[in-house]
């Protein structure tokens, strides 16, 4: 009987943004929205991955300057930090270490079906750097750090997720013995409500990105009243009347954004929406979505601008939330390095 210094629970929550660029609707809607109503639940564990950011090249004051921002508008969102747990990665010396020891369980043939990678990378994959590649082994290991059970993300992380639970189930199956339980329970990603994935305002077949080169395709958190309002007026549509039912909605990618968003925003399913809006073109649509998004992201953007204000106080919080997080992770990590063999 191997004696362990961790307790596998049986919830607990874990998910990671990057502090690249300003946050947008899609992280809001398709992620901390989700998290804000999740900590309710149980102590959750969210965690700003400085070191994933710079799987591609990053200013440094920059990124320093973007961790704060993305603090600010986790809090300013609804994160509780007296009930979840807030953090930036790099902190934690552990994530990198169990990388390590899960980078010799993770087989190359997994790493090469990853298909952000190859969107990421682009054509230049040589140029790419190692770290960019091996990113979602850092990201299993974020997750399998806390032995998470849950992992809440927008759609684009699916596969992701399913690479984490291949790669704890191939550490159970190396290094747990058969008569004892595995070591890390498989963790479920949670992709909820009609927001899984927003798309680009420009474009209804990409998703909205921070890296995508119009700003125009996306609103981010920090955007003015006049930009929120500018951009949805210029978001492609189409010359049709909204719809009664969704299936009618499916070859119209670029309205079933609008209705998505709009059904996220208000906390209302999206057959209601087509109840209030069926009939209506967009032109009269889209002042109603205008008016809504300025109402929930309005009041998110100036608590932000007011944290911001005192980063000292971010570091603060940050620092608080480590030290909560390194007393989960420390004993997980001793507990893998004695499964593995290391004295
Ligand atoms: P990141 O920083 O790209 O995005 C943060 C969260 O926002 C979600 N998201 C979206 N949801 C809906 N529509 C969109 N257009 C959209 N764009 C982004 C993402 O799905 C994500 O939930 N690899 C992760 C960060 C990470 C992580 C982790 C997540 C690192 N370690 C461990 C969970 C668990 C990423 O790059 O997310």
Redesign the pocket.
Known sequence: MTILHSIQPSKRI?????P?GNL?L??Y????KNWVNLQEEITSIF?I?DM?AITVPQDPKTLRASTHEVAAAIIAAGIDIQKSILFN?SSIKEHAELAWILNCVCRIGWLNRMTQFKEKAGKNKENATIGLYN?PV??AA??LLYRATH???????KQ??ELTRDIASSFNSMFTNDEEEDFFCLPEPQIIGP?????SLRDGSK????SDSSEASRINLTDTKEEISNKIKKAKTDPELIPETIENLKSRPEALNLINIYSSLSDQSVEKILEEFSGKGFSYFKPKLIELTIEKLGPISSKMRYLLKDTIEIDKILKTGAEKAREIAEPVLKDVKYLVGFI
Do not use: C, E, W
Request: proline share 2%; no cysteine; charged share 20%.
């Open positions: 874990f998910s990671g943004i990057q690249t947008h899609g992280n809607l398709g992620a901390i965690s991955v994933h990665q990113y850092l990201m974020d997750i992992v809440p993300v927008g759609d684009d992380q992701h997720i927001a899984k994935r927003v798309m998703k909205m990105s921070k």
